[in-house]
């Protein structure tokens, strides 16, 4: 007769430890989906000096990614540095600075990143029959645009030789290899109209690799957000624009993946016997624009490069040429959809605001009405500088 088996004194039976396993594999994926509420219910703001202008990431609570908000915010915050590293206009470290620093038929390799901001930036220069122009460096580097007051008005001898070395069309390129040159000495290439926007793109969509659904990112005047501020209560993310001429903002809302971009004369300009003259430069003219046009603010849906580079190019243009190159593109570049503010300064120094709108089956409208700065925003926010956010 077999030998029946007995179990040791102090063990169980192989049977009774399923039970305990099963607790504690339940527990281990509770703990792990309990983390991950935690994780989601931390929120993190950061804030930074990059591309000589001031830049915040804020990841709120409820974010919707499974990394801690700190974590996010870095990944964004190295996406908008290494735009900054690649394409600052100077230094040795830089792709442009490199190419600013290259003689004529000298030809240079660019990483895909760059690529497609200068790129882009041609894109712009062609539509805009020039008005946006990103190597307008020698003739900016004529006007003293650190001073409030100037004096003496660069001659046309040098306005015309300044103005022989602009032009975005001197700028060569090879698909193949990704490689610039330049076609002639004394050029520079500078990105600042279009790459502070790139970089909030980029650093959305480093975000967005990771599962945020909400978050919003700012870099200078270029702001784009992901889904809302709170969702209990609901609250959308909101946009303080500045008045241009004195105190107040105005409080624009928005939603999902919308970009705001604004550009004006806020810190940036000079008078000239008596007249005000902003920090944007007309390239088809090789001057400073007079004030008129004080401030432009852009609301795309998708794209905060695209918001950028038209805001500059409206200050250039302003309302009439402004208003037939929006229309030109309703079914082009803005099929998607599209806003714009143009704050404009009267003789008397009063400020109206034109609202060009562009909807998704290539409608156009424009009104005209009274530019309406509140001075203070519904709810306690930071002090909004030109596009800041809350």
Wanted: glycine letters at 10%; a negative charge; hydrophobic letters at 35%.
């Amino acid at each position: 007769m077999p030998e029946s088996r007995k179990t040791p004194p102090g063990s169980r039976s192989p049977r009774y430890l399923l039970p305990i396993l099963a607790a504690v594999l339940i527990g281990y994926f509770l703990a792990r989906q309990v983390n991950g509420w935690r994780i989601q219910s931390d929120g993190a703001e950061r804030q930074f000096s990059v591309m000589n202008t001031y830049a915040r990431i804020t990841i709120p609570p409820g974010h919707g990614s499974e990394k801690a908000a700190e974590e996010l915010a870095n990944l964004a915050e190295d996406a908008i540095r290494d735009v900054d590293r690649r394409m600052r206009p100077s230094g040795d470290a830089s792709e442009i600075g490199r190419l600013n620093a290259s003689d004529p038929g000298e030809w240079l390799d660019v990483s895909p990143a760059t690529w497609t901001v200068v790129m882009e930036s041609l894109r712009w220069h062609r539509l805009t029959d020039g008005a946006f122009d990103p190597t307008i460096g020698p003739i900016k580097r004529l006007f003293r645009f650190d001073k409030r007051e100037i004096t003496n008005w660069p001659s046309e001898e040098e306005v015309s030789t300044a103005r022989e070395r602009v032009g975005a069309e001197k700028l060569r390129f090879q698909r193949e290899g990704m490689r610039l040159s330049w076609s002639r000495d004394g050029m520079t290439l500078d990105l600042g109209g279009i790459a502070k926007g790139y970089g909030v793109d980029q650093a959305i969509a480093a975000l967005q690799e990771q599962g945020v659904s909400n978050a919003l990112v700012e870099v200078g005047g270029e702001v784009r957000g992901l889904g809302q501020k709170s969702s209990q209560p609901p609250q959308p993310w909101r946009t303080g624009i500045m008045n241009p001429r004195g105190e107040g903002i105005q409080v624009l809302e928005y939603d999902q993946g919308r970009a705001i971009a604004t550009s004006g004369d806020y810190n940036q300009f000079f008078t000239y016997q008596g007249e005000r003259y902003t920090h944007i430069i007309d390239p088809r003219q090789g001057r400073p624009l007079p004030s008129g046009v004080a401030a432009v603010t852009v609301i795309h849906p998708n794209s905060c490069l695209a918001a950028d580079a038209l805001a500059t190019t409206l200050m250039v243009l302003g309302r009439e040429a402004g208003r037939d190159f929006l229309a030109s593109q309703a079914l082009g570049l803005f099929r998607e959809g599209l806003e714009v503010r143009l704050y404009l300064e009267d003789s008397e120094g009063q400020l109206k605001q034109v609202t060009f709108g562009v909807d998704q089956q290539g409608g156009f409208s424009e009104e005209e009405e009274e530019a309406v700065f509140r001075l203070s925003s519904p709810t306690p926010e930071p002090t909004p500088l030109p596009g800041t956010t809350g």
